[in-house]
Structures are given as C-alpha cells and as structure tokens.
C-alpha cells in the first residue's frame, strides 16, 4: 500500500509548485497508472514515495512505513525504476543483480532462482557476463526490471518502465506486473502510453500543475464527461484546462 496525504514540493525557493496538497492511497494488489503531461509531477511524487525527495508538507507512506520517519524499513518494502536506467555500468550484469541481491539480503538460493527465470525471459542470459556498459539501452531497462523484480518486493515503483522495451519484452514485463498485484501486492507507474495505461490498470491517476484531477477506474473517468470515452480523451480534456 501507498499513501499520500496532503503531499506538497515546490522548488526555486517555493515559486514553482511541483506537488500541490496531493491525497491518494494505492491499495494492496493494485496496478496503479499515474499519468499527466510533461512537468505535472509525476516524477516528483514517485521520487517522494521512494525517499529521494522530502516534500515540504503533508506524510509519504509505503506499508504504513513513514517514508521520513522510517526510510529504512519504507525501503526494504520497496523497489524503484527510475525514468531512465541508472545503473554501475563497470559492472556484469550478473555482479549488479548480486550487489541488489546483496542490499536486500535475498537468500543465495532464491536469488539464483529468480535470477535465471527473468534472464531467459528478457532473453539476456548470453549478456549477463558482460559489462552492462556494452548493453544497449533496452538492456539496460531489462537488467534494471529485473533488479526490481529480484527481492519480490511488497511495493514496485516504476517511472515509465516500458521506455526503450521492444514489444515482446514490453508484453512480458506487463504479464509480470500483473502476476505482481495478483499475489496481493501494489504497483505504481507512471506512463505516456495511454493505450497500457487504459488495459492495464486497476485505477488510474491524473496529475496536472501538481494536482490531482482525476482518479478512479476507467469505468470512474468516463463518467466524469460523456463526450469522451477513451483514457486518451479523458486525459486531453482533463490537461487543458
């Protein structure tokens, strides 16, 4: 679970008000999509709920971990992919997913486990060996989501996961999210695809000048205007306001 309550972050000295009094709650077995247009927020909030950015007001909270109070724990409960994959790229992709292994303390037999089963299913077994500075970009998101995927954390926070996947490991990583949330467990992403979004998601979060505008099922967001019944619609009238 996830919850904000009156989050607010502003930057330059508070005249640029990223995050305005945001209140949401992502439940248990939940995928959540989290969209809005380029400088709403989205990356601020995720960076908040994953303890890289402390807001100016209001509470951040992962499995009713205090993200400020108890960063530790809130952290253990939680992995992170970033908008674009950051990563020790002097190292094999094999010593990265150890070094992760090692972080979160995921036993020597379940590691190797788990390991192989995302390596044959991102097709990177060949490549695990080599330095992840040789990977091209779409490997490195693959190594990445498969860091994520290693400690089976209670809470993945994603920043556009799917930036840079060819289609078959994009269809892949979309049945694992779902077999994630099935096993009661909660995902947060944020997207430009409004088509995963709309198929995808369990409910569905519009930010738009650091506000929530909308948020609900996609049942829920149609109703808001009959005129339109796409998520992409919805989204386009919500964000030009």
Known sequence: MIE??????????????????????????????????????????????????RPDAGRVAVEGFDVAKDPLKAKQVTTYVPDYPAVYERLTGLEYLNFIGDVYGVPKAERLDRIGKWLEIFELASVVTNPIQSYSHGMKQKIVLTAALLPAP????????????????????????????????????????????????????????????????????????????????????????
Do not use: W
């Open 4 to 53: 904000l309550t009156n989050v607010s972050k502003s930057y330059n000295r508070g005249k640029v008000k990223a995050v305005d009094d945001l209140t949401l709650t992502v439940k248990p077995g939940e995928i959540f999509g989290f969209l809005g247009p380029n400088g709403a927020g989205k990356t601020t909030t995720i960076k908040m709920i994953v303890g890289l950015l």
């Open 154 to 241: 209670r809470v993945m926070v994603l920043d556009e996961p799917l930036v840079g996947l060819d289609p078959r490991a994009a269809h892949q990583i979309k049945e694992l999210f779902r077999e994630h949330c099935d096993q009661g467990k909660t995902l947060f992403f944020s997207t430009h695809i409004m088509e995963v979004a709309e198929k995808l998601c369990d409910r569905i979060g519009i930010i738009h000048k650091g506000q929530l505008v909308a948020c609900g099922t996609m049942d829920e967001l149609k109703a808001l205007d009959r005129t339109e019944q796409s998520l992409e619609g919805i989204f386009l009238e919500l964000t030009d306001k």
